[in-house]
């Protein structure tokens, strides 16, 4: 299941303030750094060090297990969330399940006021 091109985060202007000036909130299975930004839809992105897991192909796995959970989150929104958000997955997260990926996300949203669910 792919992100929608509306819910990407591709401007790498917006990312570089985002990793200068954004806000960030940990959990147990990623960090979080956001901004508010001026359009009406959430941007996301997520972000995978080597450092995080050396192989390619386990992190492409966890972006998408990741991209797939906000995806499922963000269809379940009564407002539109105006943040661009970039995910950093830990190590734990390539073990967890989606359906705990999702709560941890609603959780996240809640936390930075993004919208009533």
Avoid: W
Avoid at 25 to 33: E, T, W
Avoid at 72 to 92: D, G, R
């Amino acid at each position: 299941m792919a992100l929608p091109s509306q819910y990407r985060l591709k401007n790498p202007r917006l990312l570089s303030a985002i990793l200068q000036k954004g806000k960030s909130i940990r959990c147990p299975f990623f960090a979080v750094r956001f901004l508010p930004t001026l359009s009406g839809t959430a941007q996301v992105t997520v972000i995978i060090s080597k450092k995080t897991e050396k192989l390619a192909v386990k992190r492409n796995k966890m972006r998408r297990r990741c991209l797939e959970a906000f995806l499922k989150v963000f269809k379940k929104l009564t407002e539109p969330c105006p943040f661009a958000i970039i995910i950093f997955p830990f190590e734990s997260s390539q073990h967890t399940s989606v359906s705990i990926l999702e709560e941890n996300i609603t959780d996240i949203l809640l936390k930075i006021h993004c919208t009533k669910l």
